[in-house]
C-alpha cells in the first residue's frame, strides 16, 4: 500500500530562516515523489518532483530511501513561499497525498 | 493554455439530496482525475478517465457517487443521495497521458456543504 506523512500540520518560521517540511512514505515498490504547493486563493500546483532533480523557487528535495523520507528545504525563506504544501506519491495507477503542511513565513 | 475548469465553485444542500459537478479539462489532455479533498487532509482519488475509460475506481463510494466522461472530455461526478461525510472539495485534474508519475493540472475545487 501506498502511504504519505508529513508530521508538521502547521510551520511557521521568519523571513530569512531555512525551511524543511518533512515528508516521510510507504511503499514496496521504486517511488516517484512530488511536492505539490497551493497558495492563497489559487489553484493545486506541481512544485518539483524528485526525478528531476531541480530547483524551483529557491526549494530542492533529495529522496533518502534509507529513510524512505522525501523532505522539501529551501535555505532563506521568503513571505511569498507561504502557501500549503502536500508530498505526493506516485504508484501503481495513482497519485497518493499527504495530509498537508501549512507554512506561514513570518516578516 | 487554459486550465481545468470546474463548476459550480460553491454548492449547498441538504442531506438526502442530490448534487452533480462538471468539469472541462486542459484541451488534449486524455487522462482526468476526480479527487475527494475533506477539510484537514489531503486530496484522495476518487476516479481516474483515460480518454472514456475508467482507469481506477477502487475509491468511489459507488453506491451513491457515480461518474462519466463521455467523448472523452468534459466529466460529470455526481452524488446521489448526499450524506453530511460527503462535505468537501471536490478537485478535477487532467494531464496529458495517464501513468501517476505525469504533472497534474488541477481545476478551481468545487466546495460541497452538506446540512
Known amino acids: 500500500a501506498q502511504r504519505v ?61 534509507g529513510e524512505t523520507s522525501f523532505h522539501l528545504k529551501k535555505p532563506f525563506a521568503q513571505e511569498e513561499d507561504s502557501a500549503m504544501y502536500y508530498c505526493a506519491l506516485a504508484g501503481a495507477q495513482k497519485l497518493v497525498f499527504g495530509q498537508g503542511t501549512r507554512l506561514t513565513i513570518n516578516p | 493554455e487554459a486550465g481545468v475548469a470546474q463548476s459550480p465553485r460553491y454548492k449547498i444542500i441538504e442531506k438526502r439530496q442530490s448534487v452533480a459537478f462538471w468539469c472541462n479539462p486542459i484541451s488534449g489532455h486524455a487522462t482526468l482525475y476526480w479527487y475527494q479533498q475533506i477539510l484537514g487532509q489531503g486530496p484522495k482519488l476518487l476516479i481516474q478517465f483515460q480518454n472514456n475509460g475508467v482507469v481506477d475506481d477502487s475509491q468511489l463510494p459507488k453506491d451513491r457517487f457515480s461518474a462519466e466522461r463521455l467523448k472523452g ?34 481545476g478551481p475545487g468545487t466546495r460541497l456543504t452538506v446540512l
Open chain 2, 73 to 106: 472530455v468534459d466529466s460529470t461526478l455526481k452524488i446521489q443521495p448526499a450524506k453530511l461525510e460527503d462535505s468537501a472539495v471536490y478537485l478535477c485534474a487532467s494531464s496529458q497521458t495517464g501513468g501517476s508519475y505525469n504533472e497534474q493540472f488541477f
Open chain 1, 5 to 65: 506523512t508529513q508530521p508538521e500540520k502547521l510551520l511557521s518560521v521568519f523571513k530569512g530562516a531555512p525551511v524543511e517540511l518533512k515528508c516521510n512514505y510507504s511503499y514496496s515498490g521504486s517511488p516517484e515523489l512530488f511536492w505539490y504547493v497551493q497558495y492563497s486563493r489559487q489553484r493545486l500546483q506541481l512544485l518539483l518532483r524528485h526525478i528531476s532533480r531541480e530547483s524551483i523557487k529557491g526549494f530542492t528535495a533529495d529522496l533518502n530511501k
